[in-house]
């Protein structure tokens, strides 16, 4: 069914769910593994155990790099993608920006050359991975302010210094243009889209088609296939990794300051709603086109086809609009036409809701989709790398996992063991979303999965009780009512 994200109450525990991450019990901090404060930023990163729990300033120092030192890329990433919850990224960087300072002497006169030679490099690699994979944070002037204050510093000991910050400031300028024309198309394609007046169906004889269908505009499963990819594939690009933290983003309780904390500002997760939102837009429009048709051959020809489409989806690696093209097909006003399933052969559908079984916590989609994982680590085209998730489902996912582990333990540590699992979750993602969608496109297609004209809830139930009369009186009065209201707005 049609999905809601961002809230709590949305998410209901499917049978068989464990967290990916065994949280530790109150009480059991795990001192032995955990930096202590001090020792310096190579304390538990590349000798020893892993870090999983430590003071929030000692997980600052550790990616602060120094001359002999740089922290290790998957400690950068889930360090930036969780730090968040806790404090700013324009503080953090502030934070990261002083340490520097005063570590590496940058306040001086004159600068020790041979020493911030050392430094510089690795100083403009944790700048450069924090703009290439946080673009959005730097839309914060601060950010940008402190960025060029560091390499100010240290650009008058080599004047390749210079060069880079203006290569960096280039490509973050581009990449967040990118970033706003998508969530501008995102915004024109919403405004596009159109719904059909419930009014028209309010009739016992249906007049003429008052739209174009989908089999007019695309016959082929195949086609349509690869065109709802592509549609994935542009909206997986637009979503950052901080939209998963901040969509549950919460107040850190050790958080004393009497402004607005970052996780009180307005939670910035405009691609990922935006994503779900078309997910109940194919829920919809599958309905609707199932419903359309006046005679009940045709339902049955639309609903064949798109169990074909659910195919190819399946076989392409896109699960998110499978589970998309099977939840349309089983909202009630689809299912209720018993006439037109009778004409339908079923079969494949039934093997496909197999697949996306919500039984044992989606355990057969799950297997599907590790193995459609595999088949992208070792694929030698773009076609074989392609995995797109049933993504409502792993916002569930990461919802659970932020909910069943607190991000601080009894002794005020950061829960860094929770962090890393987030961070293996949605790099993941993060992975997956950059695969460039192999298919051609076909703007026509494109054009009308995006504005085709969808009926409301109300609207799909009308449609669906013209095209197979109510069976039990509890449909009957809903059918009057619901002709009742239609004409009434007339």
Same mark, same amino acid.
């Given at each position: 069914?049609?999905?809601?994200?961002?809230?709590?109450?949305?998410?209901?525990?499917?049978?068989?769910?464990?967290?990916?991450?065994?949280?530790?019990?109150?009480?059991?901090?795990?001192?032995?593994?955990?930096?202590?404060?001090?020792?310096?930023?190579?304390?538990?990163?590349?000798?020893?155990?892993?870090?999983?729990?430590?003071?929030?300033?000692?997980?600052?120092?550790?990616?602060?790099?120094?001359?002999?030192?740089?922290?290790?890329?998957?400690?950068?990433?889930?360090?930036?993608?969780?730090?968040?919850?806790?404090?700013? @990224?324009?503080?953090?960087?502030?934070?990261?920006?002083?340490?520097?300072?005063?570590?590496?002497?940058?306040?001086?006169?004159?600068?020790?050359?041979?020493?911030?030679?050392?430094?510089?490099?690795?100083?403009?690699?944790?700048?450069?991975?924090?703009?290439?994979?946080?673009?959005?944070?730097?839309?914060?002037?601060?950010?940008?302010?402190?960025?060029?204050?560091?390499?100010?510093?240290?650009? @008058?000991?080599?004047?390749?210094?210079?060069?880079?910050?203006?290569?960096?400031?280039?490509?973050?300028?581009?990449?967040?243009?990118?970033?706003?024309?998508?969530?501008?198309?995102?915004?024109?394609?919403?405004?596009?889209?159109?719904?059909?007046?419930?009014?028209?169906?309010?009739?016992?004889?249906?007049?003429?088609?008052?739209?174009?269908?989908?089999?007019?505009?695309?016959?082929?499963?195949?086609?349509?296939?690869?065109?709802?990819?592509?549609?994935?594939?542009? =909206?997986?690009?637009?979503?950052?990794?901080?939209?998963?933290?901040?969509?549950?983003?919460?107040?850190?309780?050790?958080?004393?300051?009497?402004? @607005?904390?970052?996780?009180?500002?307005?939670?910035?997760?405009?691609?990922?709603?935006?994503?779900?939102?078309?997910?109940?837009?194919?829920?919809?429009?599958?309905?609707?086109?199932?419903?359309?048709?006046?005679?009940?051959?045709?339902?049955?020809?639309?609903?064949?086809?798109?169990?074909?489409?659910?195919?190819?989806?399946?076989?392409?690696?896109?699960?998110?609009?499978?589970?998309?093209?099977?939840?349309?097909?089983?909202?009630?006003?689809?299912?209720?036409?018993?006439?037109?399933?009778?004409?339908?052969?079923?079969?494949?559908?039934?093997?496909?809701?197999?697949?996306?079984?919500?039984?044992?916590?989606?355990?057969?989609?799950?297997?599907?989709?590790?193995?459609?994982? =595999?088949?992208?680590?070792?694929?030698?085209?773009?076609?074989?790398?392609?995995?797109?998730?049933?993504?409502?489902?792993?916002?569930?996912?990461?919802?659970?996992?932020?909910?069943?582990?607190?991000?601080?333990?009894?002794?005020?540590?950061?829960?860094?063991?929770?962090?890393?699992?987030?961070?293996?979750?949605?790099?993941?993602?993060?992975?997956? $979303?950059?695969?460039?969608?192999?298919?051609?496109?076909?703007?026509?297609?494109?054009?009308?999965?995006?504005?085709?004209?969808?009926?409301?809830?109300?609207?799909?139930?009308?449609?669906?009780?013209?095209?197979?009369?109510?069976?039990?009186?509890?449909?009957?009065?809903?059918?009057?009512?619901?002709?009742?209201?239609?004409?009434? $707005?007339?």
């Amino acid at each position: 069914m049609p999905q809601t994200v961002c809230s709590g109450t949305m998410f209901t525990t499917s049978s068989g769910f464990s967290p990916h991450l065994a949280c530790a019990e109150p009480g059991e901090e795990e001192e032995e593994g955990a930096p202590q404060e001090g020792p310096g930023p190579a304390a538990c990163l590349t000798e020893g155990p892993p870090i999983t729990s430590a003071s929030l300033e000692t997980l600052i120092q550790n990616l602060v790099p120094t001359a002999d030192y740089y922290p290790e890329k998957a400690y950068v990433f889930t360090f930036l993608l969780s730090a968040r919850l806790f404090i700013p @990224p324009s503080e953090l960087l502030s934070r990261v920006c002083e340490l520097c300072i005063k570590q590496q002497q940058l306040d001086q006169s004159p600068l020790d050359t041979v020493k911030v030679r050392k430094f510089g490099p690795k100083l403009l690699q944790l700048l450069t991975e924090w703009t290439e994979t946080f673009p959005s944070d730097f839309r914060d002037e601060k950010m940008v302010g402190h960025l060029k204050d560091i390499i100010h510093r240290i650009a @008058p000991c080599d004047e390749a210094y210079w060069k880079t910050l203006n290569q960096m400031l280039q490509k973050l300028s581009q990449r967040l243009a990118l970033l706003s024309q998508g969530e501008e198309s995102i915004v024109k394609v919403s405004l596009n889209a159109s719904s059909i007046s419930d009014k028209l169906v309010a009739f016992k004889t249906k007049p003429p088609p008052i739209q174009k269908d989908i089999l007019s505009i695309c016959n082929d499963p195949y086609t349509l296939a690869q065109q709802l990819t592509h549609v994935e594939l542009e =909206h997986l690009s637009h979503i950052g990794p901080e939209e998963f933290v901040q969509a549950f983003v919460q107040k850190d309780p050790l958080d004393g300051t009497q402004q @607005p904390s970052f996780s009180e500002q307005k939670k910035k997760t405009s691609n990922l709603e935006a994503y779900v939102r078309w997910f109940n837009r194919l829920c919809y429009l599958v309905a609707t086109e199932i419903c359309m048709p006046s005679k009940k051959k045709q339902r049955a020809t639309v609903i064949e086809f798109f169990i074909d489409v659910a195919r190819e989806c399946f076989n392409i690696g896109n699960f998110n609009s499978l589970m998309a093209i099977i939840s349309g097909m089983n909202m009630t006003p689809v299912s209720r036409l018993k006439k037109t399933w009778s004409k339908t052969k079923t079969a494949k559908f039934f093997i496909l809701e197999h697949q996306m079984d919500p039984t044992g916590n989606f355990y057969n989609y799950r297997t599907a989709l590790r193995g459609a994982a =595999h088949r992208s680590q070792t694929a030698n085209s773009n076609r074989e790398r392609i995995v797109i998730p049933f993504f409502s489902l792993l916002i569930k996912d990461i919802y659970f996992l932020n909910e069943g582990c607190a991000n601080r333990l009894p002794n005020g540590h950061v829960n860094f063991e929770k962090f890393v699992e987030l961070a293996r979750q949605v790099g993941e993602f993060m992975t997956w $979303k950059q695969v460039e969608c192999p298919f051609e496109e076909d703007r026509a297609i494109l054009h009308y999965l995006h504005t085709a004209p969808i009926f409301s809830e109300d609207g799909l139930y009308l449609a669906s009780y013209e095209s197979e009369s109510p069976e039990n009186q509890v449909e009957k009065d809903r059918w009057k009512a619901l002709r009742s209201n239609v004409l009434a $707005k007339t």
